[in-house]
């Protein structure tokens, strides 16, 4: 299964390695040629020597998510720090690439709902860390 993920920062870096350790091909795109590091971590060798692949590039540009392997992925998952930026790369893998499986996290819990509403797969770890308080001290 080849897993495309944009946004090499903890989150998208953490899910990359597991994916990659779990037998998955994965392509992970940032704009950040730094953020290779963050993929490194934790590998004996570097992140392509592991069987990973890694593209510079703006998640916002067709080309760049061409050049990522979204034409060939069989899901997606969008990682930025930006939830616009999550949300506008999530609908154009699903509706422009049709890749089975897409996922946007997005830290404002109503639009999270709102675009689960509409059909995207989003997480919304805002939402789940105020689930937890609400079991942990009652309903606020």
Known sequence: ????????????????????????????????????????????????DAGGRFTIGTALEIDALIEAGIEQADAF???????????????????RFEVDRVIARVLDPARAAWYGEQGLETICPTQHAIELFERALGTL
């Open 1 to 48: 299964m080849l897993i495309v993920i944009v946004g090499a920062g903890r989150v998208g870096s953490a899910i990359a390695q597991r994916a990659l350790a779990a037998g998955h091909q994965v392509s992970v795109l940032d704009e950040d040629p730094l953020s290779h590091e963050r993929l490194d971590r934790a590998l004996a060798g570097s992140w392509e």
């Open 77 to 95: 998952i969008a990682s930025t720090d930006g939830d616009n930026t999550n949300l506008v790369i999530a609908q154009i893998a699903k509706r």
